[in-house]
């Protein structure tokens, strides 16, 4: 289907002052003020969208998606009934439910799908939605191989559709601002990330039925899918490949190489992926832009000049997530020359280096401009540092996050560049083929205990 | 049998489960499930959390009808029946209607539409009220889902929901104080249970002040939402009922009219709300010098929930 079929598949719906039919004066009175985002716009066509996969994301998309005024969500599917049954209650009773994902393409043909079936199933149920001529949103991480998620990159390039990746920090504000901080320079130049995800359970989901029952291995599979190589690649794919991504967007790059380790250490309960892992990935960027270094300057350390300083250099991240700790949380820690950035989805901090002209003398002049104030004032008693163990960090500047979720966030996007057939999404398919590079070099450096090179891609 | 506990914070005070089973491996994981629940509907219904959906609302509902999902939609339908069955006295906005001195409407929800808008400015929901009753509902049939039928939930205490029995085969014991006697100008403290509650496949909630979990007005007694003056003659209740969010409503708007109001609202009304009571118990301030404890059964409709 061509862009222009899309729409015309699309149901016309009365514009929005008939589809709020509450009050028409007050409506009228109310239309004065800003509206956040653009769905809510007059004459807004909804857009026909459907769900694919139907679990536990698929149902926070579903409950989304139905808050969202430019959005007709008319199916939903999946192959695991229990799931159906309760996602269906979410989706309401204008989407028809699909046990077969393809009946759903072929009958229904959304103008929009929207992906979060198991991470082995991704290529293939997009790659499908791609030849329905449907643009697509995909959970993340976008494929289960780099192969794969090439071959996908491809394919909605020679589709022209629109996708996007569900890497929902690209939709947050306090990472769209930790962003704009980085890329202007407020931390100076940005020599290491520290980034982690840890947690403190087994990362199991129960299954419906008792251990001896005969269908119990195969919905334990089913179920607990992110647990085996088959089917998801644990840790890194699951949780590492959001944080990555922000390393990759903030830094405007993909690794270089990476080193990491990891194992099975401590649920030894039959699960083939990795319970906890470290990854070291290194970075070669480019000097910050800015004004060249004054060649008159003082020399730089180490008999460097200003020649040498605009050679790349390494920008050092560190990766770890743990399932049996959860001291450290999830967070990004993003280290510069003037300052760090601490990073969560609901709260950003911000906090200055001390640099070496900060040691806090008064120098102020006296009104005549003549003699100068005592530069330091004794009285007998010592100033002492505290000894708390964070006193050097200083006051952070604080990055909230105020307006609201950034699923439902990255959808209203997504759903605007539909309607646009802007294929500019937040986070396309190039930027998840980096993200998936990315995520499952590392597990094949595990594997293979050695450094690898990431593939460009 | 095999029992495995689990705890978690969510809206304002601790969640904690206590299941029985056969095997612990399941029965932790069904744990994990149902405490995500409850998180679940705390980012649902938390006005706190800039992300939550009730947290939309407030933020835009002044300027333009807000669309919401199916879940909300039905909670809200829920509220607006249990709002008139209680003359206004279960109020979503009684934090706001205080501060503005209103007495009219504060909100509209077109429930075909799924449209909820203010009628002015200064206007938020609050579920304080509703919200622990419902994520223990929720975190309930979790469990079920998953074959739990003995299980223990609660609340920060004051909602409690139980299923089955307990390790003994017993309905699951929950032990009542009187809230006044925790009050600084309480003549006499009594440390000891008045009284308990047996309960299988019942939940119940407590409510003596506005509660700090998802509520606006944390630190203040509870005001009535029909005046804005604080209740000039304060109760506490305990309602037991088949599901936690109608136990939640009940107690809290019981709380709210004030102990003659609702005494006679307990006898003399008949509606679906007060139907699906199993048991209400009225505690008062203390009066005689004796400080003789006041715990006074206003409703009991099947026989050994209250011992
Ligand atoms: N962005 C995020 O924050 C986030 C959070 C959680 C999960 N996810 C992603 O969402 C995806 C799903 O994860 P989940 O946690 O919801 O898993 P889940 O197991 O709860 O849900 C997956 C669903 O897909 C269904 N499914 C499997 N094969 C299917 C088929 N052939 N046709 C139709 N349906 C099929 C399953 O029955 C299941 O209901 C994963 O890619 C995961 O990485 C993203």
Known sequence: MNTSDRHHAASLKPNRRELLGLSAAAAGAWASTALKSAVAADGVEPVRTAVIGTGGRGSDLIRSLTTIEGCDLVAIADDYPPHLEKAAKFAGPQAKPYSDYHKLLNEVKPAAVIIAVPLYLHYQVASDALQAGCDVFCEKTMCHTVDEARKLAEEVDSAKAVFQVGLQRRANPIYQQAAAMVQSGVLGQVTAVKAQWHRNNNWRRPVPVPKGHADWTKLERKLNWRLYRDYSGGLMTELGSHQLDVVNWLLGDIPKRVIASGGVDYWRDGREVFDNVFCLYEYELPPLAGPRPDPNAAALPNGGTSETSLKPYTVRVTYSSLCNNAYEGAAELVMGTKGTLYLTSNKGLFYREKLADDVGWSAKKTADGGSVDASVVTSGKTLKLSNSPWAHRGEPLEIDNLLGDDTRDELVSFLDHVRRDDVQTICDAREGLRDTATVLTANRAIDEQTSLAIPRV | ?307
Request: proline share 5%; glycine share 6%; with cysteine.
């Open chain 2, 1 to 307: 049998m095999t029992v495995v506990e689990r705890a978690r914070p969510a809206m304002g005070s601790l969640f904690r489960l206590r299941l029985l089973g056969d095997d612990a491996d399941h029965l932790e994981a069904v744990a994990e499930a149902a405490l995500d629940e409850i998180e679940r509907i705390e980012r649902l219904l938390s006005w706190r959390d800039a992300r939550s959906e009730v947290a939309r609302i407030n933020r835009e509902a002044t300027a333009r009808p807000v669309l919401v999902d199916f879940e909300l939609a039905a909670i809200l339908a829920q509220c607006q029946e249990a709002e008139a069955a209680t003359d206004g006295y279960l109020d979503l906005a009684a934090a706001a209607r205080a501060e503005l001195r209103e007495t009219g409407r504060l909100w509209e929800f077109d429930a075909e539409r799924r449209l909820i808008r203010f009628t002015c400015p200064g206007v938020r929901l609050d579920f304080g009220a509703y919200g622990k009753g419902y994520a223990l509902d929720c975190a309930a049939a979790e469990l079920r889902s998953f074959g739990i039928t003995q299980a223990l939930l609660d609340g920060g205490t004051s909602s409690v929901l139980a299923l089955g029995t307990d390790e003994f085969g017993n309905p699951w014991p929950v032990g009542m104080r009187n809230p006044f006697a925790a009050r600084p100008d309480a003549k006499t403290t009594w440390p000891h249970e008045l009284g308990q509650l047996r309960l299988t496949d019942l939940a119940l909630s407590s409510s003596a002040a506005l509660d700090a979990g998802l509520s606006h007005s944390a630190d203040h007694d509870m005001l009535n939402p029909r005046t804005g003056e604080p209740i000039a003659d304060p109760s506490a209740y305990t309602v037991v009922a088949a599901d936690g969010a109608t136990a939640e409503v009940l107690s809290t708007a019981l709380c709210a009219m004030g102990s003659a109001a609702a005494e006679a609202y307990t006898k003399e009304r008949t509606n679906d709300l007060l139907a699906a009571a199993v048991a209400i118990v009225r505690f008062d301030p203390p009066q005689d010098a004796d400080g003789s404890p006041h715990l006074t059964p206003l409703l009991v409709r099947r026989p050994g929930v209250l011992v």
